[in-house]
């Protein structure tokens, strides 16, 4: 029987105590998502407080190319240290041996499977910021690496979680419209996964999966692109520049339903989530959904480059 080592078993021993709170580790500070989820969850005394898990730890990361990254990341590390109580160590193996799950969080894509790969070589189910990676090879590397290892892991645009977006989850959509903001990252090869990110999801979120064939077409100001899933229903993105509000519309036999354009776009339900997934084991968005919004963005990319042919999803 394989023993654990102390670390591992005090670990263990705090998460299974009555009343005690998962500890999780941030890999990645470099966004203003890790302290909006470190108040969440760190300060109780917060209107959107969610119970049962500590930001504890965290590993700074950073891609110094990348001008948000560059920015935001000793304010963001510093907040985290000393307003949350958050400690900054200087490597992942380091994090890991301190929490019991981790969040991937890195604003930039690029490093998400390399910084992936040392936290499913420690056994640590992860959720992953978006986005998810920086190409759909990346993505699928990912998913690979995790299954073989046995980690759980998941993806999400906290937009997936939002009364604007689940309050139009209803039966026998025939057909769905999202809007959202859609600027780039130079060094991102998916263009639509820095930001446009967002709108994709909301538009799997109602959709599902099952896209075949997607066909895009591009301008300065804006992207409208068009997937056809294998049943005949159309899907629509369109992802504006440099940003834009959030919408939806859910088309069915006889009606129209429209989002409220007064909801609430904001993390604490996706939050509600992640810590449900940690404590539980279930993952709430299956990983090949996410792996299909990463082929979505690959042949919407692929149909940009050949002036708006349609294309096929690999």
Same mark, same amino acid.
């Given at each position: 029987?394989?023993?654990?080592c102390?670390?591992?078993?005090l670990?263990?021993? /705090?998460a299974?105590?009555?009343?005690a =709170?998962?500890?999780?580790g941030l890999?990645?500070?470099?966004?203003?998502h890790?302290?909006?989820?470190?108040?969440?969850?760190?300060?109780?005394s917060s209107p959107?407080h969610?119970?049962?898990?500590?930001?504890v730890?965290?590993?700074k990361?950073?891609m110094?190319?990348?001008a948000?990254?560059?920015?935001?990341i000793d304010?963001y590390?510093?907040e985290?240290r000393?307003?949350?109580?958050v400690?900054?160590?200087?490597r992942i193996?380091?994090?890991?041996?301190k929490? =019991?799950g981790?969040?991937l969080?890195?604003v930039?894509?690029?490093?998400?499977?390399?910084e /992936?790969?040392?936290?499913?070589?420690?056994?640590?189910?992860m959720?992953i910021?978006?986005?998810?990676a920086?190409t759909l090879e =990346?993505a699928?590397?990912i998913a690979?690496?995790a299954k /073989?290892?046995?980690v759980?892991?998941?993806t999400?645009?906290?937009?997936?979680?939002?009364p604007?977006i689940t309050a139009?989850?209803?039966?026998?959509?025939g057909?769905?419209?999202?809007?959202g903001?859609?600027?780039?990252?130079?060094?991102?090869?998916?263009d639509?996964?820095?930001?446009a990110?967002?709108?994709?999801?909301m538009?799997?979120?109602?959709?599902?999966?099952?896209?075949?064939?997607?066909?895009?077409?591009?301008?300065?100001g804006a992207d409208?692109?068009?997937?056809?899933?294998?049943?005949g229903r159309?899907?629509?993105?369109?992802a504006?520049?440099p940003?834009?509000a959030?919408?939806?519309?859910v088309?069915?036999?006889?009606?129209a339903?429209r989002?409220?354009?007064k909801a609430?776009?904001g993390y604490?339900?996706?939050?509600?989530?992640?810590v449900?997934?940690?404590?539980?084991?279930?993952?709430p968005?299956p990983?090949e959904?996410s792996?299909?919004?990463?082929?979505?963005?690959d042949a919407a990319?692929r149909s940009?480059e050949s002036?708006?042919?349609p294309?096929?999803?690999?």
């Amino acid at each position: 029987m394989k023993r654990l080592c102390i670390p591992s078993l005090l670990l263990l021993m /705090a998460a299974l105590a009555p009343g005690a =709170d998962l500890r999780l580790g941030l890999v990645g500070t470099d966004t203003s998502h890790v302290t909006a989820f470190a108040k969440m969850l760190n300060d109780a005394s917060s209107p959107d407080h969610v119970p049962g898990a500590r930001i504890v730890a965290a590993y700074k990361g950073g891609m110094p190319d990348n001008a948000t990254s560059a920015k935001y990341i000793d304010q963001y590390s510093e907040e985290l240290r000393s307003k949350w109580g958050v400690e900054i160590v200087p490597r992942i193996a380091d994090l890991c041996s301190k929490v =019991d799950g981790i969040l991937l969080t890195s604003v930039d894509g690029r490093p998400h499977l390399a910084e /992936a790969r040392e936290i499913i070589a420690c056994g640590k189910p992860m959720w992953i910021d978006k986005p998810l990676a920086s190409t759909l090879e =990346d993505a699928r590397e990912i998913a690979r690496l995790a299954k /073989a290892a046995g980690v759980k892991w998941w993806t999400s645009s906290s937009l997936r979680f939002t009364p604007m977006i689940t309050a139009l989850k209803v039966d026998g959509i025939g057909g769905a419209m999202v809007w959202g903001p859609g600027p780039f990252e130079e060094h991102h090869h998916l263009d639509l996964s820095w930001y446009a990110i967002h709108p994709i999801e909301m538009l799997y979120t109602l959709m599902g999966p099952g896209c075949t064939e997607v066909t895009r077409t591009y301008s300065e100001g804006a992207d409208v692109i068009v997937g056809r899933w294998k049943d005949g229903r159309l899907g629509v993105v369109r992802a504006a520049r440099p940003y834009g509000a959030y919408g939806a519309v859910v088309f069915r036999e006889r009606e129209a339903i429209r989002s409220d354009p007064k909801a609430a776009v904001g993390y604490r339900d996706m939050v509600v989530e992640i810590v449900k997934f940690f404590e539980t084991g279930v993952v709430p968005v299956p990983v090949e959904e996410s792996l299909e919004m990463f082929a979505f963005m690959d042949a919407a990319l692929r149909s940009k480059e050949s002036g708006g042919r349609p294309q096929a999803l690999r």
